[in-house]
């Protein structure tokens, strides 16, 4: 991993967002700490600041924002998507967590193991849609975007 094409640091702008639940901070836990292990995360505009950076991701006028700042917190790029595209992998990926997680509690491993294929699978496809969003913008690999897109979800919790 290079030293510059990496996030240092990670903040979620969660105002005016209900309380998560455990699982839903856990996930949240678990994603930006895996993130902050291991990213690859570069900038490919040759006038935009080296890394490593500091991301902020919140959701402003219904539209994704990641905000990226050098490691001294001078500005180095902020992109704004559309949340159109992830809307319904979104809403799958937190019906079949449910199940997960309300499998966990009482079925078999084998049933427990199926449903966990299945919220991978859609959150494969989360990753992707969140790949082709930042193509252009970023540059990153597919273990940071799925990551990434854990983040993205928890942005998205109704309570």
Known sequence: MSETNRLIAIE???SGLPA?????????????FDLLEDNMLALPQTEAPEGPYALDLSIRDRRLVFDLKTESGDPAAQFHLS???FRQVIKDYFQICES???AVKRLPPAQIEAIDMGRR???DEGSRI???RLEDKITT??????RL???ICVLHFKG
């Open 149 to 151: 897109f854990t983040l």
């Open 12 to 14: 979620l702008d969660d």
């Open 121 to 123: 699978g859609i959150h």
């Open 20 to 32: 998560p639940t455990p699982e839903v901070e856990q996930e949240r836990r678990v994603a930006i």
């Open 100 to 102: 997960y997680f309300d």
């Open 130 to 132: 969140l790949l082709e």
């Open 83 to 85: 949340l159109s595209p």
């Open 141 to 146: 690999d597919h273990d940071t975007a799925r």
